[in-house]
């Protein structure tokens, strides 16, 4: 059975190839539709071709498919709860109409606000000269308090941490400094457009009555409105977690514990209002328990990340580590979903190979030298050694659990006792 096993590809410009992924051993493609701007209807010709072009690299080799999308974005306007959110949410009920109209069932999302994803570093030295996606919190402060110099940013901080910013940032050359505010004003994955300063300000500028409680409720509302109509179609609807888990920028984040996640599923009681079960983002805080919520959202997970993140000694610093490293328990998460995998086969309930993609590889071997640009996370060789671990990880537990059973089924069962007359 296994695990469904994927790489995210960012289209046609994508330096990593539809061949390359599929000689990495992914039957399935995570894909989107980045050419279209965000709230417009994704329409079934747009659709169809993006599925034609997937399976057009095929030619006379093993077929490869479009397993997922992501993301479907959700436009500002429906996370700020404007009135103009009527009918982005109507053309987002429309793009799922369409998506399931061509056979796509699975349709990741987030609802971050204003941000995607955010670093401070995008080539973080590793000790075997490798290379990570890296966050620091001192780094960040600096972008904040000194590059951005966003108002009332001050009260985001503790003392200590804005002084050291301050003085780091003093010490900083005129390059570093435009490298980092690059980097933290970086636009969607697969998206060739950033931020600028004043932009980006007048961006949170516009959050500046949203707090925590009205972004939930901005949340439960687009769900409550879109989950129906995906459960109609027969999609499955999946929100990534906030990467980082915490309030950035005075903006909320309503998506980053179990709390959060099982508020979010009490608010509309669809299936279809499902979880991409992202263990790098969620593994980050040391309060989320990732094996014992796959058991308790089991049946809401659609769609999985593996990748797994090392905190340092200040816990909001944290680095991408190789994918059987870090801070997950990846042998206690693989095991969990390979019998929620097993148990939807019993039960014949939801897809019995739930897709899974590695996540943010390390840049890596030829990927170091060969003067390749992809995507900050995703070169194919540091995703491959990911894909070809986990694989090796899952397929481990899957002849475990198989043995165990065996064994189990090979006792001899217990005799009744003679009774006396």
Known sequence: MG???????????????????????????????HQIPVGAVWEIADIEERIRLVGAANGTYSSLHWAVVESLPVHEDIKKGRP?????????????????????????????????????????????????????????AVFDLCILKRPGAEAHYEPETSEA??????????????ELGNIVLLGLPGSEESFTLTTFQGLLDEYGSIGDRELRENLYYFIGEVAP??????????????????????????????????????????????????????GIRPDNDLPGMIRRFGDRIHFVHLRTTKREADPR????????????????????????????????????SIPM??????????????????????????????LAELRGLELGIERSLAEQARNRSAEPRPTASAQPF
């Open 357 to 386: 993609r590695p996540d943010h590889g390390h840049q890596m071997l030829d990927d170091l030298n060969s003067g390749k640009r992809t995507y900050p996370g995703y070169s194919a060789i540091g995703r491959l050694r990911g």
């Open 3 to 33: 695990m469904l096993q994927t790489m995210r590809w960012f289209g046609p410009k994508d330096p990593v190839s539809l061949m390359d992924i599929r000689q990495a051993g992914c039957t399935g493609v995570v894909t989107a539709l």
């Open 165 to 178: 910013a301050r003085k780091k940032f003093e010490r900083m050359s005129a390059e570093a400094v435009t």
């Open 84 to 140: 103009t959110r009527a009918r982005y949410i109507e053309n987002y009920k429309q793009s799922l109409r369409n998506l399931a109209a061509c056979g796509i069932r699975t349709v990741c999302y987030n609802f971050m606000p204003v941000l995607d994803w955010s670093r401070t570093n995008l080539s973080y030295e590793m000790p075997d000269g490798s290379r990570a996606l890296r966050f620091v919190w001192e780094d960040f």
């Open 317 to 352: 610093n944290f680095y991408e580590a190789d994918h059987l490293a870090g801070d997950v328990d990846m042998f206690a998460v693989v095991k969990e979903i390979v019998l929620e995998q097993q148990r939807r086969e019993r039960a014949g309930v939801g897809e019995t």
């Open 229 to 282: 109509v995906a459960a109609e179609a027969g999609v499955n609807l999946c929100i990534h977690p906030d990467d980082p888990p915490r309030p950035l920028l005075g903006l909320p984040r309503v998506v980053s514990t179990e709390a959060d996640l099982a508020q979010l599923m009490a608010a509309c009681d669809l299936r279809a209002n499902g979880i991409t079960f992202c263990t790098g983002s969620l």
